[in-house]
């Protein structure tokens, strides 16, 4: 049984001030509860202190970083180490996101060193993957999301690959208002799950959670979650909106 995961990704938005205020707020609306998974990942300035209050008020609510490098220290001005991450307590980081792949031109042998180094650390990837809007219309959107699959787990032990999520992104949905219907996404899922049965067992493929992003918001949420192979959703813009990512919580 594959417990439902909602994670929400703040990215360069809320001050640490407003984080607080944020995680304050959520804390009155949220209930913890047994039956779903929630992580919120606030950019690198706010995580201790968003840390600090989950502790404080015994929420049920993990925390994960949104980016680290795949080296534990170095000359890399500017960059965050998993050991620092780890120092902070951190549960989860998300890796390989669109938008670092476009920006800031990670490939999928950078992504693949990332988990790597997260799972020595016991840091737990949601590894994002995800076609642009160009792919999806050539009709070579699977292949092409497969292969991201299987490059970016490259080597990779199978006793990791049930700490790991990975979340499909289809790029054309991120921020657009725009997003792939519940059946397409659930179709890109299933085929996510049965290349990791390839890649290792039926067994892992089926513990294995996978999670839709893309304008997620409380009006397609409940539709998405009925899906058999989505399992939780990434969110962007509503997770940074207490009254939206609690909706969605409690789709």
């Known amino acids: 049984m594959r417990i439902p995961f909602i994670a929400g990704n703040w990215k360069?938005?809320?001050?640490?001030?407003?984080?607080?205020?944020?995680?304050?707020?959520?804390?009155y609306e949220f209930k913890n509860k047994n039956n779903i998974d929630v992580c919120i990942c606030p950019p690198f300035t706010a995580l201790r202190s968003v840390k600090n209050i989950i502790d404080a008020d015994k929420?049920?609510?993990?925390?994960?970083?949104q980016n680290m490098h795949w080296e534990?220290?170095?000359?890399?001005?500017?960059?965050?180490?998993?050991?620092m991450i780890a120092a902070l307590g951190m549960d989860y980081v998300i890796i390989g996101h669109s938008e670092r792949r476009e920006y800031f031109f990670?490939?999928?042998?950078?992504?693949?060193?990332?988990v790597k180094i997260a799972f020595k650390h016991s840091l737990k990837p949601i590894m994002c993957v995800g076609e642009s809007l160009a792919i999806?219309?050539?009709?070579?959107?699977?292949e092409f999301v497969l292969g991201q699959v299987t490059e970016c787990l490259k080597d990779m032990d199978i006793k990791n690959i049930f700490d790991l999520t990975i979340a499909y992104e289809p790029i054309w949905?991120?921020?657009?208002?725009?997003?792939?219907?519940?059946?397409?996404?659930?179709?890109?899922c299933s085929a996510i799950r049965n290349k990791v049965a390839d890649l290792y067992n039926n067994s892992a493929a089926?513990?294995?959670?996978?999670q839709y992003g893309g304008s997620v918001k409380p009006s397609n949420i409940t539709e998405l979650m009925a899906m058999p192979d989505i399992d939780g959703a990434l969110v962007g813009g509503a997770s940074i909106k207490?009254?939206?990512?609690?909706?969605i919580i409690n789709y």
């Open 12 to 27: 360069m938005n809320l001050t640490h001030l407003e984080a607080i205020q944020f995680i304050q707020d959520l804390g």
């Open 59 to 65: 929420l049920s609510i993990k925390i994960g970083a």
């Open 72 to 83: 534990e220290s170095g000359a890399f001005t500017g960059e965050i180490s998993p050991l």
């Open 106 to 114: 990670e490939t999928n042998d950078i992504v693949n060193k990332k």
């Open 136 to 142: 999806r219309e050539s009709g070579k959107a699977k």
């Open 173 to 188: 949905a991120i921020g657009t208002g725009k997003n792939a219907t519940s059946s397409d996404a659930n179709d890109m």
């Open 206 to 210: 089926e513990l294995l959670r996978i």
């Open 242 to 247: 207490v009254e939206d990512f609690t909706a």
